[in-house]
């Protein structure tokens, strides 16, 4: 249901100056009651449909616009969103790196469904990237895919992979 919030803010024009980017609006997600209150209201959101179908049909129905409201948009202008400014560019990277995620969340189980497209993963893997501190280290195996499930705590990293990842595997997950 992000979509329908980045069309609302791609329609909220702000002042300049940015008080966060693309990396360190991440940070603004504190964990404790925040997470756990967000958590539920995405259980109970998600709990509304009837299958996935529905949850399905809402992007649908919804990102088409905020594609077009993307267009639209001047990359250099601000805008604002829960309580931050960011330029247009920067909230594009956000939408980008969550919309990678939760695509990776929804065809985890799917090995035949078609993965996020390589420019997108790019923006995501670079957020990632930015919010570890640097390019990580990753242990052989793991593409671009399975950085991001690993990174964002989909998936566990295993004893072996906690060794080869060595001091970003503490950071993990980077995002929830």
Known sequence: MRSRASHIALASPA????????????HSFPGGDGNVRHAWWARRSAAAFDSPSGVVRLWADTA??????AGNADPAGFVTTQGHVLRVADLLDTL???????????????????VPGPAATRVAVATVDALLGGAVTRPDGWNDHDYLLKATGRLPLTEPERRAAGEFAARFPVLG
């Open 15 to 26: 002042e300049p100056a940015a008080t966060v980017d693309s990396v360190s609006y991440w």
């Open 64 to 69: 088409p616009a905020a594609v077009r409201a």
């Open 96 to 114: 980008t790196t969550e919309a990678v995620i939760h695509h990776l969340d929804l065809v985890l189980d799917l090995p035949d469904a078609p």
